[in-house]
């Protein structure tokens, strides 16, 4: 078990930048695959980025190149690192963890066993 409570969200302005953080107590990042959601009004949750233990990632397509999710070296918090902000990266920010394969469908919300309560990020143009 592990519960994990997100912070850092924010308004900004587009082209801003922004650090989101998720606190992990119970357990530790070590014992889990971990990911960035995100879910816009009206829309369907979607996966942001993911991380594995060992610190190899993947991203949504939307959002490569200008994201970055990392562990801190204790594996207790997680970030994710937002550069470049548009207004469609507007959300509500949610960090889940899950065990086994962290690969195959990692950007399935309902693959993941264990979330946060989220945190607002809004991108002003």
């Known amino acids: 078990q592990v519960t994990l409570v997100e912070s850092g969200g924010s308004t900004v302005q587009a082209g801003g930048s922004l650090r989101l953080s998720c606190a992990a107590s119970?357990?530790?990042?070590?014992?889990?695959?971990a990911g960035w959601f995100r879910q816009a009004p009206g829309k369907e949750r979607e996966g942001v980025a993911t991380i594995s233990s060992d610190g190899t990632t993947m991203y949504a397509d939307s959002v490569a190149g200008r994201f970055t999710i990392s562990h801190d070296s204790a594996k207790v918090t997680l970030y994710l690192d937002m550069n470049l902000l548009k207004p469609e990266d507007t959300a509500q920010y949610y960090c889940a963890a899950r065990t086994g394969d962290c690969w195959y469908g990692w950007s399935e919300a309902g693959r993941y066993d264990f979330w946060g309560q989220g945190t607002q990020v809004t991108v002003s143009s």
């Open positions: 119970g357990n530790t990042f070590a014992r889990y695959c």
